[in-house]
Each structure stands twice: as C-alpha cells, then as structure tokens.
C-alpha cells in the first residue's frame, strides 16, 4: 500500500506482472481500496521508470460477467455492474482496479489485463488461496455436501503462460482478455473427478448435492453459504476466443489440473495422507514432485 516502495520493485524493469490480489469467500469492504491503491501505485511507479516497455495486469473473470443475468455468453467487452448491490466487494474490487488501470494508462508504456477464472493445478506453494482451499474442503470431508453451483475453470499453467505471451506480444497491447477453458463445471463435476480419482484410495468426496432450501435456510447461520446463495444454479460462460487469436493458447483440460492439484495438496501435507493412499502416478510425478523438490 506503500507507493514509495514500488520504486525500488520496478526499478530496471522492462515488463511487470502484476499478479491477482487475495481473494476471500467472505470479503469486506477493505479489499476496494486494497486493490485499487495497490494497481494504482503499481502504475505510478512504474510511469516514472523510463525503461518500463508493458505492464501486464491480472484482474478476472469478476470483472466482467458479475451484476448481469447469466443467461448468455460474456466476452471481454462487457464489466461487472458495481453499483449492482448484489456485486461482492471481491468483484468490485477487481472491476475498479481493472478500470482504474485503463484510466491511468500511460503513454509510457502499453497495457493488458488478463480476466482468469477458477485456477486449478498443481502448486509452487503452501500457500492456500480460493481454488486450494475448495480443493482441499472436496478431499478433507469438510463438505458434507454439495451446492448447485458452477466454475468456469483454467489450468495454472495456461494462466503462467498468458502473461508471458501477452508480455512478449504487441499485439495484445491494450488489449483485455479472457483466460478460461468452456465450458465450465459444476460442484457436482468437480466431485465426479475428485472421486472417480480419490475415493479408491480412501478420500470421502462428497456426492449429494444439497436442495436450495436447505441452502438457503443454511445461509442464516454460515456466511459462506450466504456468500454463494445468489450464484445458486446460475452457468459461467465465457468467449474465450480473443485468448487463442491473441495468445495462440489452446486451453488444457481442467479436469486433469483438478487431479493434479489433489495430488499435489496431499504430497505437501494440505490433505492428509489416508491409509489406502497409493502415492502419485507416473503421469503426474513431473509436476508433482519438480515442484516440491525445487523448494518453490
């Protein structure tokens, strides 16, 4: 939040990645000026180093489809309505941010926000962020059941390779893109995958998916339940055209990121270890193990 100490960060950089800020299932109002500030400060800096050539920003998905209906398919030319009171404070958060960006744009240097969805897939860290803590909640039996409710999805990796590409290619300068696999996956698929993977070996994944009305009658007591109640039944479809024209990205099965990253979160001891667990496969070993072994 400190402007000064983006000077010394940027300092001889050609390109910044300004990668995604936290996100909580239960966000409060901090998490606006958090994003904001921070981009802003981030852009300041970066318009007095003269050798910034681009700077690549991550904003997302929440950016763009949230405060509408969802019954069509969302392309990078529309934005969450922020003034829509039923737009959580994540979602404006990166809207503003991703908008206070594009006003800011310097002639300096170029501009492109990348919009991820759900990212799935092997880890570089302990860290729990969003997509490792439902993960973990899928493979930890802590949720007894399922909602109605649907991910629009993308490996890490396709995400990593994104901001290379758009770092390197001019023509995206400008430009704000969509990084995300069609189409997306409810609860329930997600917990087919998890369990046709992991239930032999001892994990309890859920499988029923819970009514509304039990739902709803939960929201008035847990605050995540409240969180997601609105987002019951509703389908996240998203062009992502202008990523595969642009980037030249063909987008890999998510489904397979998903069991990766199961893996990966029981070798690094997020998930215990179960007694009919038989370690990772051979397919999977190289990002497994590469990563941990590497000490990221």
Same mark, same amino acid.
């Given at each position: 939040? /400190?402007? *000064?100490?983006?000077? +010394? ?17 239960? =966000? ?14 981030? @852009? ?9 050539? %681009?700077?690549?920003?991550?904003? +997302?998905?929440?950016?763009? /489809? ?9 392309? *990078?030319?529309? &934005?969450? #309505? ?56 899928? @493979? ?9 409710? /649907? ?21 995206? #300068?400008? *430009? ?12 329930? #698929? ?13 994990? &309890? ?7 509304? &009305? ?25 062009? /992502?055209?202008?990523? %595969?024209? @642009?980037?030249?990205?063909?987008? +890999? ?21 179960? =007694? ?5 496969? *051979?397919?999977?070993?190289? &990002? ?9």
């Amino acid at each position: 939040m /400190n402007g *000064e100490c983006w000077k +010394s960060a940027v300092s001889g950089c050609q390109y910044i990645l300004h990668v995604a800020s936290p996100f909580m299932i239960v =966000p409060d109002a901090s998490c606006v000026d958090i994003a904001v500030t921070g981009t802003l400060n981030l @852009l300041r800096a970066a318009s007095k180093e003269y050798s910034v050539k %681009k700077v690549v920003l991550t904003s +997302s998905c929440t950016a763009v /489809n949230e405060g509408h209906p969802q019954d069509k398919v969302f392309d *990078e030319t529309s &934005w969450t #309505d922020v003034t829509n009171p039923d737009v959580d404070y994540y979602s404006r958060s990166k809207t503003l941010a991703e908008k206070a960006a594009w006003d800011f744009i310097h002639f300096r240097f170029a501009l492109t926000t990348l919009n991820p969805t759900f990212v799935v897939g092997p880890l570089l860290i302990d860290e729990e962020g969003a997509s490792i803590s439902l993960m973990r909640r899928f @493979l930890n039996r802590e949720m007894p059941a399922i909602p109605e409710l /649907n991910l629009a999805c993308v490996d890490v990796r396709d995400v990593a390779k994104a901001h290379v590409e758009a770092m390197r290619r001019p023509e995206t #300068d400008g *430009e704000r893109i969509l990084i995300t696999s069609q189409p997306s996956f409810f609860f329930r #698929d997600i917990a087919q995958v998890l369990g046709r993977e992991f239930r032999p070996q001892g994990y &309890w994944v859920p499988y029923y998916q819970v009514p509304y &009305w039990v739902l709803w009658l939960y929201s008035f007591f847990d605050k995540e339940a409240a969180a997601t109640l609105k987002r019951v039944g509703n389908i996240a479809r998203f062009d /992502n055209s202008k990523a %595969k024209r @642009l980037l030249g990205l063909e987008f +890999s099965d998510p489904a397979k990121a998903m069991v990766e990253m199961g893996y990966a979160l029981i070798e690094r001891g997020i998930v215990k270890k179960r =007694p009919g667990y038989k370690g990772v496969p *051979e397919q999977y070993k190289p &990002w497994i193990y590469t990563n941990i072994n590497d000490g990221c």
